[in-house]
């Protein structure tokens, strides 16, 4: 394994983060094909085994139990606390990223996951009904209080972001040292404006999604697990660009072969080439852990880099959200 410190912190991770979406009680009022606690544990302890001690979650994921799994299994294992980086977010929660909101949802990730405090923090999503003032602060005080190391942000747009690191830049505050955007070979649409800017800050890029669902981990449009069966958010995302993303994923399958590796090693390689820190994967079978372990070590030529970018044509976006669709995800969300 290899390691990398966040952004202008002293956290050093490795290059591979465990995705927590994929841990938690298997629901419909979130996604039926998560793992369960024994099986979470399993999971969490071949990553670490392997060099992993990156983890990332959400107060959200499968309403909570992600982070009680995740915080059981360290426990469990007997894992060293300074010897993983923990990361949750908040957001989809009452209050969303108001100050009273960012100090009670905290709190309670930290009571889940068994901890006292968080090496990474990251706004979920852009909250356009607080004052960004308001959530900057906010954020900053749970530094100052120790219970979080570092500040991250996900999704969102270019230029609130910019505003964002701006306002905690004039004020004293601290800045966002990641991002956890959307960002694959599918899918580069932050290419454009975000990514830029998050070079001009060095924030260290985690991206979720790295694999696009596990659409570039094989030939086939459908795999036939429970996942491409039910993740309806999957299929949102991904499938109304399926004819230009077949193209990219045969692409992804020819330089796989011709490396000797697996389509996954490929697809991660490409991330690391592009500068990214360490792309989320949301692995629900061991060897998913040892694809990704494997394509840290493997250098893609230049060439073989622009064959698999060449047939990308742009994307909707899907990620950041308009003010309209971020109130509407956020009802859907209150709903479960």
């Known amino acids: 394994m290899k390691y990398m410190k966040l952004g202008n912190t002293d956290i050093e991770v490795s290059r591979i983060c465990v995705g927590g979406m994929s841990f938690g009680e298997p629901s419909d009022k979130f996604q039926p094909w998560t793992l369960n606690e024994a099986e979470t544990q399993t999971m969490i302890e071949h990553a670490f085994n392997l060099g992993v001690n990156f983890i990332d979650t959400a107060n959200c994921y499968s309403l909570g139990t992600s982070e009680i799994y995740i915080g059981r299994a360290l426990k469990n294992l007997g894992i060293p ?14 209050g969303k990223l108001s100050r009273k909101a960012i100090h009670a949802e905290i709190d309670g990730t930290l009571a889940r996951l068994g901890t006292d405090y968080l090496d990474l923090y990251q706004i979920h999503r852009f909250d356009y009904s607080t004052p960004i003032e308001e959530t900057m602060e906010a954020l900053h005080e749970l530094v100052k209080a120790g219970k979080v190391r570092a500040i991250g942000a996900s999704a969102m747009y270019g230029y609130q972001f910019h505003n964002m690191q701006v306002c905690a830049e004039e004020n004293g505050w601290t800045k966002f040292s990641t991002m956890q955007n959307h960002y694959n070979l599918l899918y580069r649409e932050d290419e454009r404006e975000l990514i830029p800017i998050c070079r001009r800050y060095n924030v260290s890029l985690i991206p979720y999604s790295s694999l696009a669902g596990g659409h570039l981990t094989h030939r086939a449009w459908e795999s036939g697990s429970k996942r491409s069966n039910t993740d309806n958010v999957l299929k949102d995302k991904y499938d109304g660009e399926k004819e230009n993303n077949m193209q990219i994923v045969e692409r992804v399958a020819e330089v796989a072969e011709e490396y000797g590796v697996t389509m996954t090693e490929v697809a991660l390689a490409w991330h690391y080439a592009k500068g990214v820190c360490a792309p989320l994967v949301g692995a629900t079978k ?31 976006i899907v990620g950041a959200l308009s003010e309209e669709k971020a109130q509407a995800t956020f009802e859907k969300w209150a709903k479960k």
Do not use: G, Q, T, W
């Not at 980086?85 to 929660?93: G, I, R």
């Not at 070590?297 to 880099?305: G, H, P, R, T």
């Open 286 to 316: 061991a060897r998913h852990f040892d694809d990704a372990v494997r394509a840290v070590d493997l250098e893609l030529a230049s060439e073989d880099i622009c064959y698999l970018e060449e047939p990308y044509k742009p994307h909707s």
């Open 81 to 94: 606390r300074d010897k993983v980086v923990l990361a949750s977010k908040v957001y989809f929660n009452e």
